[in-house]
């Protein structure tokens, strides 16, 4: 099974920190009003890992969903010389199951000239805001993002001992549709493209639930490995593991 998000004309600019930082802007590559998620039709019962041209991780889809959240340990990028990224976040879509609103909490992570430079961003339907205090790597993060039919709320906060901040936004509600904790591909805020994907190494996704529980509870769910277009694997997402069954682990394996 394929799973598709396409990336629109226009990227709503998220990284104004990282634009002081690299020159560039990046932003999640699904946040724009053109962006064409495709979520209401995914069929998430499926006995193989689905893949996706552009994220790799979880997805779910029980009914009427409340929330999302997971913690995760923000990691060292391995940079080169070539422009990468990677967005490790919490996905909210609620709304019409045709036409999704995109509600997202997590980090923009850019590689650029051989550097690493990131920041914490929100974004409830059009609304987006990046946070003034960059995280650094081995944070620990927590992504949350909570919904009902009249209000949406997307979080982000550094749980570190002397260096915790918090982001969080707030918007429309709507019911929900589907919900995803991924490593999201980044797409150039000016032509839309995508970027090669930053290596993360290894990413474990913590204490991850939707609605309060433990996400291998949680039906339907689907497996997403990230590959190219020539298939490619770029992210291989791993099985939901532990003792509460609330964790699991993505892989880098190709830009």
Request: net charge positive.
């Amino acid at each position: 099974m394929r799973i598709e998000r396409k990336v629109g004309a226009t990227v709503a600019v998220l990284g104004s920190l990282l634009l002081a930082v690299s020159g560039t802007a990046p932003a999640f590559a699904h946040t724009g009003p053109s962006a064409g998620l495709r979520f209401g039709g995914l069929r998430l019962a499926v006995p193989a890992p689905a893949t996706s041209t552009t994220f790799g991780g979880w997805a779910f889809g029980p009914k009427a969903a409340k929330s999302v959240t997971a913690k995760y340990k923000v990691p060292k990028l391995k940079c080169g010389t070539a422009v990468s990224g990677v967005g490790p976040i919490a996905v909210f879509a609620n709304g019409s199951s045709s036409n999704p609103n995109f509600n997202a909490a997590g980090l923009i992570m850019q590689c650029m000239g051989g550097k690493a430079a990131m920041v914490a961003a929100v974004v409830v339907g059009t609304k987006q805001k990046a946070g003034t205090v960059p995280p650094v790597a081995g944070d620990l993060i927590q992504v949350t993002i909570t919904s009902s039919t009249t209000k949406t709320t997307a979080t982000v906060k550094d749980l570190t001992k002397g260096h915790t901040f918090t982001v969080t936004l707030s918007g429309k509600g709507g019911a929900s549709v589907q919900e995803l904790l991924i490593d999201d591909s980044l797409a150039n805020s000016s032509t839309g493209k995508q970027l090669p994907l930053a290596n993360f190494g290894a990413m474990a996704f913590t204490s991850a639930a939707v609605s309060g529980k433990a996400i291998g509870t949680v039906t339907p769910r689907v497996q997403v490995n990230m590959q190219t277009a020539k298939k490619v694997l770029q992210i291989s997402a791993g099985p939901i593991t532990g003792t509460m069954k609330n964790m699991f682990t993505n892989t880098w394996k190709h830009s």
